[in-house]
């Protein structure tokens, strides 16, 4: 079974962080935005709530798309790529956030080949994340050095057909996904279909050069359409290669006061 991510074929990038706003989130915390970037007949920003109860600790780290993001989006050809501007109160170790709308999905074909968004979640800068090149002498080299014992969350695997390495697999200026051996849309093809379900939503891993450097929900548009609220426990590896706020849960829900459709990693906690 081979995992391909989204290529980056098509970039939007802004770069400007202005444009910050709060807004009232629940009791005791606010949200901030970042920049927005135009998606579809929207847009798509980021955004972090804080708890002003605790110090301005941060809660949620999230991408926020309006109503209209969801339509006008290519419905064929590669994957287009978008980079998010984070709001300034963003916490570490976050660098880089990116949105990746995959019309066609992506591999394994049949589990996740269905028209979906992968949101990622960096803890690289960009510049470190557009050197993972195959060009780079030391790619395969770098995608075969995985994070060992405690920075491993339990359950979480690359996955590799036969005769492939994990340089095959790895994806360009992403890096190497880690797939949730447990996620109901593969344990068809992982021999259990008695507990199979189709794929709708899920989190991934990203993982380079010994150091996991990025954390993705992945959601099809599909079920964003419901606009369901669900919120699903994320397993975490007893130990971070940096400080900062990381995710134990991952949130999909849609805000009828805002009209706006959020994913989002959070239940942030610290470790140091």
Not at 135 to 146: C, G, K, R, T, V
């Amino acid at each position: 079974v081979a995992l391909a991510g989204c290529s980056p074929d098509a970039t939007t990038a802004v770069q400007s962080t202005s444009g910050n706003v709060l807004a009232p989130a629940s009791a005791g915390t606010h949200r901030q935005y970042g920049t927005p970037v135009k998606l579809g007949n929207g847009n798509a920003r980021t955004y972090v709530v804080a708890n002003a109860r605790e110090g301005q600790a941060p809660v949620e780290l999230g991408i926020a798309l309006s109503e209209r993001a969801l339509d006008g989006l290519p419905v064929s050809g590669a994957s287009s790529m978008y980079l998010l501007p984070l709001p300034q109160q963003a916490p570490a170790p976050y660098e880089l956030v990116e949105l990746d709308w995959n019309p066609q999905g992506h591999p394994p074909e049949g589990v996740y080949t269905v028209p979906h968004f992968d949101f990622h979640f960096y803890t690289i800068t960009r510049a470190e994340r557009d050197a993972i090149l195959p060009s780079d002498p030391h790619y395969a080299m770098e995608a075969s050095n995985l994070p060992t014992d405690g920075f491993v969350p339990p359950a979480y695997n690359p996955l590799a057909g036969p005769g492939q390495t994990l340089a095959d697999v790895a994806v360009p200026m992403m890096g190497l996904h880690w797939e949730d051996m447990l996620s109901p849309e593969l344990q068809g093809l992982l021999g259990h279909p008695e507990n199979y379900h189709p794929f709708d939503k899920t989190f991934i891993y990203g993982s380079w050069n010994g150091q996991f450097i990025f954390y993705e929900p992945m959601v099809t548009r599909a079920f964003l359409l419901t606009r369901t609220d669900v919120s699903s426990p994320v397993r975490t590896p007893q130990l971070y290669p940096k400080a900062g706020y990381f995710p134990t849960s991952y949130r999909v829900t849609y805000d009828a006061q805002a009209k706006e459709y959020h994913v989002a990693v959070t239940r942030l906690v610290r470790h140091d």
